[in-house]
């Protein structure tokens, strides 16, 4: 075959067919009766190249609403960075009228209604954050946090609870102070002990732990983490 336009839609069309299977054996054995699964149906009317072309369409559709998330998140970044909170949270919820579950939107959402002393509503959209998206660790430290500021202790404590001992030390600290500001002495002392062997290093939690242990421990746990310390 000469070179020129016709020999690259052949080899176009070629590449297009064997990416549908076109270089599978044939087989002339007849197609078991019974219904066929819906994920194997082949569009109706179409040659296998236009199913290329279709699938390909309909994958263009994905990254069009990534992006487009992406650069909603962008706009809602720089408007929070001049300290416009309010458009900045207009492009955070256009986000989550098409991303229900994006757990950076709404966790942004929350922070941006704390900024301008909307205490309630940042309280509940991280609360509702939490819900959609038990893992969202960022979300659960700073609903804690806040929730700690407005006299919540028990409230963040079961926030920061799943993040203890996970390899966050901040938020291992976080819930054993939670546990000694909701009169949990005993399970507070285990914590900062807890955390004392994880990081022999670490002085703060000893010196937590020496303190706590004075005050509603033993006397020979109070002079060994003071030793430590």
Request: aromatic share 4%; proline share 7%.
């Amino acid at each position: 075959m000469n070179d020129g336009p016709h020999c690259t839609l052949y080899l176009t069309l070629m590449a297009a067919l064997l990416s549908v299977g076109g270089c599978q054996p044939v087989n002339n054995t007849p197609p078991p009766r019974g219904p066929v699964a819906p994920a194997t149906q082949e569009a109706p009317g179409l040659s296998p190249v236009e199913q290329v072309f279709a699938a390909a369409e309909a994958g263009g559709d994905a990254f069009e609403k990534i992006d487009g998330i992406q650069d909603l998140l962008s706009k809602a970044s720089k408007a929070q960075s001049n300290g416009d909170g309010v458009r900045a949270r207009r492009f955070y919820r256009q986000v989550l009228t098409q991303e229900p579950g994006h757990a950076g939107a709404r966790h942004q959402l929350g922070l941006s209604l704390y900024k301008d002393g909307e205490v309630e509503d940042a309280l509940r959209e991280l609360e509702n954050g939490m819900r959609r998206n038990p893992g969202h660790g960022p979300t659960r430290q700073d609903f804690a946090i806040i929730a700690r500021k407005q006299g919540r202790p028990a409230a963040a404590l079961e926030a920061v609870r799943p993040l203890a001992f996970q390899g966050d030390r901040k938020a291992s600290l976080t819930f054993a102070a939670l546990l000694e500001e909701t009169g949990d002495h005993r399970g507070a002392i285990d914590a900062y002990r807890r955390i004392a062997r994880l990081d022999p290093a670490d002085t703060r939690a000893l010196e937590q732990l020496a303190a706590l242990s004075a005050r509603h421990g033993s006397a020979d746990d109070a002079l060994a983490a003071y030793i430590l310390v």
